[in-house]
């Protein structure tokens, strides 16, 4: 499995993505002045799960019907970098599978994912 990580990703969660073995980009590396739809497009030409904290990518999806092979969104009010690590890593070892082709949105006490056919 493939991720870039948006901007506002932290980096702990990088390193722990990287450490389990994970391909990831991320976009501060990459190109940080990129635009949320370039950076979808670029998650969809390199056929990557596309993580964020920015809520504005359910407009992209849900609304302008743009392409996604899968996004993951934190909803953690606190923005705690410790819980979002914990919580998807065991998202990780739960529901890999389910990354892929879903719009995938991870708050402190509720996981859900929306298949993205159904967007």
Known sequence: MK????VNIERRIILFL?????DVIWAP????RM???ELLAL??????ILITND?????LV????KAACGIVLFRIEDQNVRVKITILKNMLLRYQEKFGGHFVTI?????????LEDV
């Not at 590396?29 to 940080?32: A, F, P, S």
């Not at 708050?107 to 298949?115: G, M, Q, W």
């Open 3 to 6: 991720f870039l990580a948006d």
């Open 18 to 22: 990287r450490s389990a073995g994970y």
């Open 29 to 32: 590396e990459y190109d940080c």
């Open 35 to 37: 635009k949320d739809e």
């Open 43 to 48: 998650a969809v030409q390199q056929q990557r």
């Open 55 to 59: 809520k504005d990518f359910g407009n």
């Open 62 to 65: 849900y609304f302008q019907k």
């Open 107 to 115: 708050a402190r006490k509720r996981i859900r994912f929306i298949p």
